[in-house]
């Protein structure tokens, strides 16, 4: 079986419910027999299920997330470096100051798939050494006329 989403799980267990076979609903929504199995059995999400043993809670991720967001928007998105920082931070408020593991930039990546990593581009140093207040400040003082046509 290949991926499948919380929400086909959902119609899936949903049609299991009306009295669609196991079989027929994991084949028709492509989720696994055994996992329509457990949830009906009331077991957890996987998310949900190791939520407890995050250093971040899902509040606290929520809110880097937002910051990650907000500064990509900004045109300035942090680096992993400065995501981590931000979290460690976050991690000492609560008195929490061992640092975090090697691999949760890539975890925290995943469980927050509205972030994606870009690579950085470099920029020429003629172009940044360039931008001088002389040089842009005559495209702010440019005055555009429109001409509209006359139908």
């Not at 989720?31 to 509040?59: I, M, Y």
């Not at 990509?72 to 995501?83: N, V, W, Y």
Request: a positive charge.
């Amino acid at each position: 079986m290949g991926q499948y989403t919380e929400n086909n799980l959902q119609q899936a267990l949903e049609a299991v419910t009306n009295g669609q076979s196991l079989r027929r609903a994991s084949l028709q929504w492509g989720v696994p027999k055994s996992t329509l199995l457990s949830r009906r059995q009331g077991h957890e999400p996987r998310r949900e299920a190791f939520a407890s043993q995050q250093r971040l809670s899902p509040v606290q991720e929520s809110h880097l997330t937002q910051w990650i967001l907000t500064q990509a928007a900004l045109g300035l998105p942090p680096t992993h470096a400065q995501i981590r920082q931000f979290a460690e931070r976050i991690l000492a408020i609560k008195g929490d100051s061992q640092s975090l593991g090697k691999h949760w930039m890539q975890a925290f990546l995943r469980r927050n798939p509205s972030i994606c990593t870009q690579k950085v581009q470099s920029r020429e140093s003629v172009c940044i050494n360039g931008a001088t207040t002389e040089v842009i400040k005559p495209w702010f003082n440019v005055t555009v006329t429109w001409v509209l046509p006359v139908n």
